[in-house]
């Protein structure tokens, strides 16, 4: 049974930090693609932060959305099957809540948010992040 679990996140002021973790397991975690989304009240589900690692090389390439560059950083441990997003100066339009997800084919950018065939495929159950002003 596939599963993804996020944890870290929290209520902290503007200009805080905060950092993400999403444990997998009942796969593989060196075999997939994997990013963070988020989803505020009200809105669309947006992508945040992408890893793509190529199988062939095993070189990494971040893709992050306009609004969390320079600020977010996605990172992965495959030995602890674990991604990461570290937030940095956090801003109030940052609240959401944020998921994980991962699939077994490369993510693509359309409109908003990354995608592939089956949207990806394994999803987490979410972690809240509050940034007030």
């Known amino acids: 049974q596939v599963q993804l679990v996020e944890s870290g996140g929290g209520s902290v002021q503007t200009g805080g930090s905060l950092r993400l973790s999403c444990a997998g397991s009942?796969?593989?975690?060196?075999?997939?693609?994997r990013g963070w989304f988020r989803q505020a009240p009200g809105k669309e589900r947006e992508g945040v932060a992408y890893?793509?690692?190529?199988?062939?090389?095993?070189?990494?390439?971040?893709y992050y959305t306009d609004s969390v560059k320079g600020r977010f950083t996605i990172s992965q441990d495959n030995a602890k099957n674990t991604l990461y997003l570290q937030m940095n100066n956090l801003k109030p339009e940052d609240t959401a809540m944020y998921y994980c997800?991962?699939?077994?084919?490369?993510?693509?950018?359309?409109?908003?948010?990354?995608?592939?065939?089956?949207?990806?495929?394994?999803w987490g159950q979410g972690t809240q992040v509050t940034v007030s002003s």
């Open positions: 997800a991962a699939d077994f084919v490369p993510l693509k950018w359309i409109g908003s948010s990354w995608f592939t065939p089956t949207s990806p495929t394994y």
């Open positions: 009942g796969l593989t975690f060196s075999n997939q693609y």
């Open positions: 890893i793509d690692t190529r199988r062939s090389s095993g070189l990494s390439t971040t």
